[in-house]
């Protein structure tokens, strides 16, 4: 039986539906790609702007209509907050409500079981979300338990051993959020922080670093709320640089600027962390900051970006932008644009301000126009452009490392310790994703589309 995963939003999503392709792959299901054929198709949402929802709803119908397809499972955040409108999308889909994700890990063995009495896989989706959760406990500790082998499933309980769509690992090691950015429905879905206990946190990369990854990507919903009220992220990444090798860099995911602290920024110093880092701006004024009820003020956010910059040579420094958000006059707006040019970010992820439902903003009176909104978004989608083309004209001629992912028609292509994606030359016959390598960059030529970086090493 093929299974295929399909993953929206954010790198806790990827993460999570590594897990779940793990725990099918396990019991001997076939893991296919997106644009493959499949009997079974799961679905990860994400619930962060309504073009998210849009195309979980897009891919759902497409999938649904598939010939070869018995099901379409559907979980995220998205499932979790709208499961209704989800459910009626089409006859062959089941939804399984974010309060019930951890359970999916355990669907495999119930799927296998109950194919061998007879069920087709649409009747075993259905008899499985319909479990309540004495049953789904009791299925819980038959399939093997969650860290203690017994108990409620946990959020943390998503550890893949193998990746099927990346050559990278991904560690989830936090979820949840205490924030309430009034723009904000994701902390709706996901509830309140918690964080994976480091020593945990310590033997999971261990187990990855023997399975052989030379990257590990930390997750989770709001990654520098890690322990926040203790040691932190800082102190988590001071046992693991001390744990792990001398050959297993460490990726973060996006980092929240209230919680990036100098107990934080002093482990970036280690050179197996990477030079990369994506901080959720969202806006530069501190009126609009204020506004949305972002707990940081422009000032923190040039000291956090200062400090990157000191700790590493020339760093890819990324941000979540909304464009639009409720207080954002002419003048507000300027403020951000200027600030992403004064800091040289070298790539702007830019959202359209979309009012979410079950936040404050939902209803906010002083939005922006559409129309203006939208001007807004292009202007710094084409500033994006112009930084990320700056700062990747920088490159040449830069030793820098780099994880092997594909070899396609002929030619390698890697990503860079500065999340830049190369197509790179000169690569040994022999090599394999995965791999770490070091590499020289080429100088860009006018109109390449993609970095060229030749193997040394």
């Not at 995220?76 to 009626?88: E, F, K, N, R, V």
């Not at 799927?111 to 406990?137: H, I, K, M, N, T």
């Not at 994506?278 to 000291?303: F, G, I, K, T, W």
Request: aromatic letters at 8%; glycine letters at 8%.
């Amino acid at each position: 039986m093929k299974i295929c995963v399909y993953t929206l939003g954010c790198r806790l999503n990827q993460c999570e539906s590594e897990a779940i392709a793990d725990a099918f792959s396990k019991r001997g299901y076939a893991i296919v790609p997106d644009g493959q054929p499949a009997d079974l198709y799961i679905v990860n949402t994400c619930t962060v702007t309504s073009k998210a929802e849009q195309k979980a709803r897009r891919m759902i119908r497409k999938y649904a209509a598939e010939p070869q397809a018995q099901a379409v499972v559907v979980t995220g955040c998205y499932a979790q907050l709208d499961a209704d409108q989800i459910s009626i999308l089409a006859d062959r889909v089941v939804v399984l409500p974010l309060d019930k994700k951890a359970n999916l890990l355990d669907f495999p063995e119930f799927l296998s079981v109950r194919l061998s009495e007879g069920f087709s896989p649409l009747e075993a989706c259905r008899a499985f979300a319909g479990l309540d959760g004495d049953a789904l406990s009791a299925l819980h500790v038959g399939s093997g338990g969650n860290l203690t082998g017994q108990g409620e499933p946990s959020p943390f309980d998503y550890d893949a051993a193998s990746f099927s769509y990346h050559c990278r690992a991904y560690l989830k090691i936090q979820d949840g959020c205490d924030n309430a950015c009034a723009f904000c429905r994701v902390h709706v879905a996901r509830g309140a922080a918690i964080s994976l206990d480091g020593d945990e946190v310590v033997g999971r990369a261990l187990a990855l670093e023997r399975e052989g990854f030379h990257e590990i990507v930390l997750t989770g919903v709001n990654l520098t709320m890690y322990d926040h009220r203790a040691d932190g992220l800082g102190g988590l990444l001071r046992k693991l640089l001390a744990a792990l090798g001398s050959d297993v860099r460490i990726r973060l995911s996006s980092l929240e600027p209230d919680h990036v602290d100098d107990r934080l920024l002093d482990q970036l110093t280690d050179p197996r962390m990477q030079p990369h880092f994506h901080v959720p701006v969202q806006s530069a004024s501190d009126v609009v900051l204020a506004r949305v009820n972002r707990r940081y003020d422009v000032e923190h956010l040039s000291h956090v970006i200062e400090r990157m910059r000191q700790v590493k040579v020339d760093p890819f420094i990324a941000a979540d932008v909304i464009a639009g958000l409720p207080a954002e006059g002419d003048a507000e707006f300027r403020e951000t644009c200027e600030f992403f040019v004064r800091n040289q970010f070298a790539q702007m992820h830019v959202f359209p301000f979309s009012p979410r439902p079950d936040t404050p903003l939902f209803h906010a009176t002083d939005r922006v126009p559409e129309s203006v909104r939208d001007q807004r978004a292009t202007v710094l989608r084409d500033l994006s452009a112009r930084l990320h083309s700056e700062y990747v004209g920088r490159q040449g001629g830069r030793q820098l490392e780099a994880i092997l992912e594909q070899r396609k028609k002929g030619s390698w292509y890697a990503l860079t310790g500065n999340y830049l994606k190369v197509r790179l030359l000169d690569v040994p016959p022999l090599s394999s994703p995965g791999e770490l390598v070091r590499v020289v960059m080429d100088p860009v030529g006018a109109g390449q589309v993609l970095p060229i970086a030749r193997f040394i090493g």
